[in-house]
């Protein structure tokens, strides 16, 4: 194994991880808000988990999903592998279906938090609010499923790399 190859797929695995767990973490903590706030009626509690949120998807999530994409097609080069081919399609294929559900559920967080920022109190925050997590939540489902067989497919390789 060259030192480069090693590098490349430390760094590979290791954003890959940043995407599971933040995924993980920030499913779990602002589900876990949102249903204490509604519970509680703190709005400041809200505001601050939806603020933390919307950070730590935009300090670890998206930076860790652009290297996801660029380590992989360096791994698969040094490997020799083709771009094109059935387990590179379906890795490819998942990751954008990801992305797909990944970029509204981030418009969601960041439309959630201005909402909590403008309400003045949990029962003042608009049936749209509700909806909208309600929406953030169904989307986060397939994206989480998606990276866990991306996951599967890069241990794996069911599918081979010809």
């Excluded at 290791?14 to 949102?34: D, E, K, M, P, R």
């Excluded at 204490?36 to 919307?54: D, H, K, P, S």
């Excluded at 930076?63 to 094109?84: D, N």
């Excluded at 490819?92 to 797909?100: I, M, R, Y």
């Amino acid at each position: 194994m060259s030192g480069a190859y090693a590098f490349w797929k430390t760094a590979h695995i290791i954003s890959a991880a940043i995407i599971f767990g933040t995924g993980l973490g920030i499913a779990f903590y602002c589900w876990f808000g949102y249903r204490n706030a509604l519970r509680t009626g703190e709005i400041a509690a809200l505001r601050a988990t939806l603020r933390l949120t919307v950070i730590a998807d935009a300090c670890f999530t998206a930076p860790a999903v652009v290297f996801q994409a660029a380590s992989g097609v360096v791994l698969m080069k040094l490997l020799g592998w083709p771009l094109v081919s059935s387990w590179s399609l379906a890795v490819w294929s998942l990751f954008v279906a990801t992305g797909a559900c990944w970029l509204p559920v981030v418009a969601l967080q960041e439309r959630l938090r201005r909402e909590a920022v403008r309400a003045a109190s949990v029962a003042a925050l608009p049936a749209r609010f509700h909806r909208s997590f309600r929406w953030w939540f169904a989307l986060g489902m397939p994206a989480f499923a998606a990276v866990i067989v991306i996951y599967y497919l890069m241990i794996a390789k069911p599918l081979g790399v010809a």
